[in-house]
């Protein structure tokens, strides 16, 4: 039985999903969108994953400096997502813009929960 080994995303991938990163970063920053739920909301571009045949890109977004759980602009992204795809082509050279879709990034959800159970008192007390 011959086992494939899983690669890593190629340099070409990460270089787009970079790419791709700094351009909806500045079209949220520049606040192009107009929809009622993206008004006056700041939204973290943490992370992009593009596919291998760089055909589909997963963008992950939260909201900055915001306690509520982010649904509703992971919707309201998803909704505008042609109209992104749009303003990226113009800002990124690529042969083809990638499909993008939207995912609230949860990686700091997940770092507060680890760093809760840490500072709990059963494990301080197990690494006493």
């Keep these: 039985m ?3 080994q899983v690669k890593g995303p190629s340099q070409r991938q990460l270089r787009v999903g970079e790419m791709l990163r ?3 970063a500045e079209i949220f920053t520049r ?3 107009a929809d009622p739920d993206l008004q006056g909301r700041y939204i973290t571009v943490t992370e992009v994953k593009v596919s291998p045949d ?3 890109a997963t963008v992950y977004a939260r909201p900055f400096g915001s306690d509520d759980d982010g649904a509703g602009i992971i919707k309201a992204l998803s909704r505008h997502s042609r109209f992104l795809r749009g303003e990226v082509a113009r800002r990124v050279d690529l042969k083809f813009m990638p499909d993008l879709a939207f995912r609230l ?5 997940e770092a507060e929960r680890i760093d809760a159970l840490l500072r709990s ?8």
């Design 22 to 24: 700094h351009a909806l």
């Design 31 to 33: 606040a192009d969108i």
């Design 105 to 109: 990034d949860e990686t700091f959800d």
């Design 2 to 4: 011959v086992r494939q």
């Design 121 to 128: 008192p059963t494990v301080s007390r197990d690494l006493d």
């Design 54 to 56: 760089l055909r589909h």
